[in-house]
């Protein structure tokens, strides 16, 4: 499986912006889908994971303000951010892996990542 991420920006606070993660292969539906997010100098997080069949689950720093959601027709996953704050910035990975996981190194492919920039 091979990840594309798209969409990252430079937005103003309390801006929205919506991230995507286009898949090739087969195989996409299979997959949890997780986006992660790395700001300078602190470690790779999990901000929202979807499982194969829908389930979703967040961060308490995004809960009510991003939602993941997937389209296995189009093998693509989204990140709507809403009420962006200056501490979102970060450049935002997609990853793929076998199970629902907050460890990085538990998923399987990864997207380039894409920079998320809130200006207060």
């Known amino acids: 499986v091979q990840l594309r991420a798209s969409g990252g920006g430079l937005v103003q606070a309390g801006g929205s912006l919506r991230l995507s993660c286009a898949a090739s292969?087969?195989?996409?539906?299979?997959?949890?889908m997780g986006w992660f997010r790395q700001a300078p100098g602190k470690q790779r997080e999990l901000v929202a994971g979807?499982?194969?069949?829908?389930?979703?689950s967040y961060a308490d720093s995004v809960k009510g303000r991003f939602t993941i959601s997937r389209d296995n027709a189009k093998n693509t996953a989204y990140l709507q951010m809403n009420s962006l704050k200056p501490e979102d910035t970060a450049v935002y990975y997609c990853?793929?892996?076998?199970?629902?996981?907050?460890?990085?190194?538990?998923?399987?492919?990864w997207g380039q990542g894409t920079q998320v920039t809130v200006s207060s």
């Open positions: 990853a793929a892996g076998p199970d629902y996981s907050l460890r990085a190194d538990e998923y399987d492919y």
């Open positions: 292969g087969r195989t996409f539906s299979r997959y949890v």
């Open positions: 979807i499982t194969s069949s829908g389930t979703t």
